[in-house]
């Protein structure tokens, strides 16, 4: 008895010295020829909208999409399925399977070469990591590194580091670029037929491309489908729906807030490659619409920009650079850019007056005819209006009486306080004048972004602060003290009168209507009408939209009040309508399926519910669970999930699915001419 326990004693110590040993050896190995993962952390950077929607990424290394993969946003059963293909033993080998290795040793032998096969995932992922020609000594590295990345990384890792180099034809690396190049959207959920494609392309990632090569990739998905059927992984049902499943053509990578998302996209760092914005991607899409639209009613040169703020945080929610990348100067971003901003800074003026004691609201001031040196300015409308007050003055946005409320304030000392708060105007031969009052009328360059921190600080008791672009700075922005620009009361007191000025024609009067946001509203008309600006505040947010041309042009009698003031109001009505976040419809198009009459028989099957991509809620899961009825118009629909059939009920007509628990699902209805229309669900619990 003492001799087995002897024995037993023994041969744990052996075996737990001969596992430290290991790991020393694996600590050793890493220490002196530590693993190149640089290459899958060069992964192209993300941006991503405030909900973790896509907006835009920029290519890694040599023009490569390569995005990082994350298990939790790829479709579980693809994962299962690839494991059980090219990997079955996956968990249980650390780094190399014994027994597929001596397969492939002694195949290597016999043909004197190297052949594929007896490559594991993390071998694979050695090779891809630190590519070398196909020799037997290659082989041995890849081994070592094969244990080397298994020990240090874990399985999880590197699974998701192989699905981040996988190469899917052309420039794709990994399978999130895959899926969203070739189908169009995440992989977090994939057709049987999407899964198929996606594990049959790394094989031989150029030769089976779908686009140029569709009778081999076709092939290739079927082999890949025969073998999920003979594993029990698919059924003979959902192959045979897979088959007919047509290839897909590739598709651009989605591009919503190109410039800013551009700008930020760079911003992005190594080991976090996913840069999470403020922007909203629903209201980004529609306003980019809606920019593009007031763009090509204006002319062939003009274009369009749309700043929209949450005051409260600063946070941008959209921000639409041009009015789109095939218009003139398309590529330009127009928020940025140093243009005019007419007479939209009159307010600010006017706040630093009644701050100061020069006047208040209803001051008498006098509009007529001026002489300031050689300076001789008039109103807009070339005419005079005698004795006004200071609120009809700046209502009215009479040129006069700005001029001589700047005079009284000081040019320099109004540029100097707007540059005490991070907005810096630009002056053409700023070297050799001082500030001048024509900077009261727009004679001086200003962003747009800029003019938008300054109303957010007018609807913020005067106090500013810089706009944030990330969701890690929107949430500091409400904790920061900010610069103060103005006192509160000389806020309130413009703001005010903006909201009694009389609106664009065809509006109702924004303090009319119950409910309605009150709108204040200032506009802006630069120098030979290149520049129409309107700025509003309301809502909690602030709104600026541009209109003119992106080259500085002159345009013909387009105005800020004419041109982009009826921008402004559109843009916030969609933000009172709460359909902000909705993607955007082309109006001027008929519905898909209101495009050509058709019979009842001759249209596909039509979702009712659940529509693709809702969120659904249940109380019980499983057999006894209460379930949900699926309901799809068509001739003879049948639903499935995930490829397998859920019964259908003839005595009640109907078919009702109990969902296995939480997760995704994918659902299909087929009707009688194998049709089929496709809904990617979530369930919660």
């Not at 249980?92 to 001596?102: C, F, K, Q």
Request: net charge positive.
């Amino acid at each position: 008895m003492r001799v087995k326990r002897w024995n037993w004693l023994a041969a744990s110590t052996v075996g737990l010295c001969g596992l430290m040993a290991a790991e020393v050896v694996v600590a050793g190995l890493a220490l002196a020829f530590p693993p190149p993962l640089e290459r899958v952390q060069r992964a192209s950077p993300v941006v991503l909208d405030r909900h973790g929607a896509w907006l835009r990424a920029l290519p890694a290394d040599q023009g490569r999409w390569r995005l990082r993969a994350d298990l939790e946003r790829i479709d579980p059963l693809f994962v299962r399925r690839l494991v059980a293909l090219e990997d079955a033993r996956f968990y249980l080998h650390p780094g190399v399977d014994p027994l597929a290795a001596l397969r492939a040793a002694a195949g290597d032998l016999r043909s004197g070469r190297i052949r594929s096969g007896g490559s594991t995932l993390t071998m694979q992922l050695a090779r891809r990591l630190d590519p070398r020609p196909r020799t037997f000594t290659a082989k041995l590295i890849e081994t070592v590194r094969a244990f080397q990345l298994d020990a240090m990384l874990g399985k999880r890792r590197v699974l998701a580091d192989y699905l981040t180099l996988t190469p899917y034809g052309g420039n794709l690396e990994g399978v999130r670029a895959a899926s969203l190049a070739w189908f169009g959207h995440e992989p977090s959920s994939l057709s049987d037929a999407e899964q198929a494609l996606l594990i049959a392309l790394p094989q031989a990632p150029e030769g089976r491309r779908p686009d140029r090569h569709p009778v081999a990739a076709r092939k290739a998905r079927s082999r890949i489908l025969a073998r999920l059927q003979k594993a029990h992984l698919i059924s003979p049902e959902a192959r045979a729906v897979a088959e007919a499943d047509p290839l897909p053509h590739r598709q651009p990578l989605p591009a919503l807030a190109w410039q800013v998302a551009g700008q930020l996209a760079r911003r992005a760092q190594p080991d976090q490659p996913n840069v999470v914005t403020t922007l909203d991607a629903g209201l980004q899409a529609r306003l980019e619409a809606m920019a593009r639209r007031t763009a090509e009613a204006q002319g062939v040169s003009s274009s369009a920009a749309i700043l929209v703020v949450d005051v409260k945080t600063r946070a941008v929610r959209a921000a639409v650079g041009s009015a789109g990348l095939d218009r003139p100067g398309g590529w330009i971003d127009i928020t940025r850019a140093l243009r005019s901003p007419g007479s939209a800074l009159k307010p600010f003026i006017y706040a630093m007056a009644f701050e100061s004691g020069l006047a208040a609201p209803d001051t008498k001031l006098n509009d007529a005819p001026t002489v300031y040196g050689a300076y001789r300015p008039r109103d807009f409308d070339r005419s005079f209006h005698g004795q006004v007050t200071a609120r009809q003055a700046l209502q009215d946005s009479l040129n006069v009486p700005a001029i001589h409320m700047l005079a009284a304030v000081g040019p320099s000392a109004f540029e100097q306080r707007l540059r005490a708060v991070g907005v810096n105007m630009v002056r053409p031969k700023a070297a050799l004048a001082a500030p001048s009052l024509a900077l009261a009328l727009g004679g001086e360059g200003v962003k747009l972004r800029d003019v938008a921190l300054l109303y957010a600080a007018l609807d913020d008791g005067g106090i500013a602060k810089p706009l944030a672009w990330t969701e890690a700075e929107a949430d500091a922005r409400p904790r920061e003290p900010g610069a103060r620009l103005v006192r509160a009361d000389a806020a309130a007191q413009v703001l005010d009168i903006l909201r009694q000025t009389v609106p664009p024609i065809g509006r109702a009067s924004p303090l009319i209507g119950e409910g309605r946001v009150k709108v204040a509203f200032k506009t802006g008309t630069s120098y030979g009408f290149r520049d129409a600006v309107a700025a509003g505040v309301g809502g909690g947010y602030v709104v600026i939209a541009w209109t003119g041309r992106p080259d500085g042009g002159a345009r013909s009698g387009l105005t800020g009040r004419e041109a982009s003031l009826p921008l402004l109001f559109e843009v916030f009505d969609l933000l009172q309508s709460g359909a902000a976040s909705a993607p955007p419809e082309d109006l001027h198009t008929a519905p898909p399926a209101l495009q050509q009459m058709a019979g009842e028989d001759d249209l596909p099957p039509r979702l009712v519910f659940p529509p693709n991509g809702a969120r659904l809620q249940l109380d019980g899961f499983g057999p006894k669970g209460p379930g949900m009825v699926l309901i799809a118009r068509g001739r003879e629909v049948r639903w499935y999930v995930d490829g397998a059939p859920i019964p259908y009920d003839a005595v009640t007509g109907q078919t009702l699915w109990r969902p296995r628990g939480p997760g995704f699902y994918r659902l299909e209805a087929v009707d009688a001419e194998q049709r089929r229309v496709v809904a990617r669900v979530q369930v919660e619990r």
